[in-house]
């Protein structure tokens, strides 16, 4: 389990290079609030927008997540907690008035990139 990034995985920096080449600035790996223990792999603090991007087998994607062949019930187990944590984590954001966006390691990277600064860009123009 040591060897498994939590951040910094390729899907990740390729987003967040794309999305830095277009000129926006965040936080990498930080928490949206300060009372919940989970970080989110991008922040716009500004206009609070928090961004996960979810890696195909432990957050359980419908189209590629695979069940282990081996210890199954623990790590089918493992998954279906990490999907419950995103839903709270969800939850929890919008109800304090942030905007998450969520996308998958498999989505391409130009079309993640392109809707955080069509979201994070809209909601600036909207702050006075």
Not at 60 to 78: A, F, I, L
Not at 82 to 97: F, I, P, Q, S
Request: contains cysteine; aromatic residues 10%.
């Amino acid at each position: 389990m040591q060897a498994i990034r939590s951040r910094d995985t390729k899907p990740e920096w390729l987003i967040r290079r794309l999305v830095h080449a277009q000129g926006l600035r965040y936080r990498v790996a930080a928490k949206p609030l300060p009372n919940l223990r989970r970080t989110a792999d991008m922040v716009f603090r500004p206009v609070k927008v928090a961004v996960f991007i979810d890696g195909c087998y432990w957050h359980g994607c419908p189209e590629h997540y695979v069940p282990p062949r081996t210890n199954s019930g623990y790590w089918s187990d493992k998954v279906a907690r990490n999907v419950a944590r995103d839903r709270d984590t969800d939850e929890k954001l919008r109800a304090a008035g942030w905007i998450v966006l969520r996308f998958w390691e498999h989505d391409p990277a130009e079309d993640c990139a392109v809707k955080i600064a069509a979201t994070v860009s809209s909601l600036r123009k909207k702050k006075p």
